[in-house]
Antibody, heavy 119, light 111 residues
Framework: QVQLVQSGAEVKKPGSSVKVSCKAS????????ISWVRQAPGQGLEWMGR????????NYAQQFQGRLTISADKSTTTAYLELSSLRSEDTAVYYC????????????WGQGTLVIVSS | QSVLTQPPSVSGAPGQRVTISCTGS?????????VHWYQQLPGTAPKLLIF???NRPSGVPDRFSGSKSGTSASLAITGLQAEDEADYYC???????????FGTGTQVTVL
């Protein structure tokens, strides 16, 4: 079955960028849709955006427009999230998840990547 | 800010039944979009618990059930067990935002 393994924790300075990876295994990557969801400490889940690797199409939650780039490399079956102009409020655990069905449901999830933004 | 509202917490004794509500609007649940539910155990990633309003993925006990009516949905846990202590989130799609949306989350405590 599908497994998603994410890159390790990051500590970043305010104003910098972070790139988190999500490697998929099991099943044809091109048929996936990968979504990214984040969770700030002690807070709820927040959908950030998604990508359809087969066509390279990505769409983003409005609040991240202009600051977020989601990409995918079909050759390595890896999806990426890049968030720029980081601020302390971006400190969170970032999850990738396979999205399917309409409306999208998320299953399975990666293990999460902690990103800390601190000066 | 979440567009789906859940109670912050619910609690019950072992063996009891608890329900968690998820209140939306005419642009999400009320527009006919299905609702999914996730369980998040402490320190772990969320796990799909219910999809398409009332369907359980393989391996999810039948103690968990979902329903949807109008602009709201509910998750019921019957025969509450200690291992059910977790955070629970509803999720749907919002036609106005054109985004997937999550509920505010509910912490379930087993007394």
């Amino acid at each position: 079955q599908v497994q998603l393994v994410q890159s390790g924790a990051e500590v970043k300075k305010p104003g910098s960028s972070v790139k988190v990876s999500c490697k998929a295994s099991g099943g044809p990557f091109s048929s996936y849709t990968i979504s990214w969801v984040r969770q700030a400490p002690g807070q709820g889940l927040e959908w950030m955006g998604r990508i359809i690797p087969f066509v390279g199409f990505a769409n983003y939650a409005q609040q991240f427009q202009g600051r977020l780039t989601i990409s995918a490399d079909k050759s390595t079956t890896t999806a990426y999230l890049e968030l720029s102009s980081l601020r302390s409020e971006d400190t969170a655990v970032y999850y990738c998840a396979r999205a399917h069905g309409e409306p999208n449901r998320f299953d399975p999830w990666g293990q999460g990547t902690l990103v800390i933004v601190s000066s | 800010q979440s567009v789906l509202t859940q109670p912050p917490s619910v609690s019950g004794a072992p063996g009891q039944r608890v329900t968690i509500s998820c209140t939306g609007s005419n642009s999400n649940i009320g527009a006919g979009h299905d609702v999914h539910w996730y369980q998040q155990l402490p320190g772990t990633a969320p796990k799909l618990l219910i999809f398409g309003n009332n369907n359980r993925p393989s391996g999810v006990p039948d103690r968990f059930s979902g329903s949807k009516s109008g602009t709201s949905a509910s998750l019921a846990i019957t025969g509450l067990q200690a291992e059910d202590e977790a955070d629970y989130y509803c999720q749907s799609y919002d036609s106005s935002l054109r985004e997937s949306v999550f509920g505010t989350g509910t912490q379930v405590t087993v007394l």
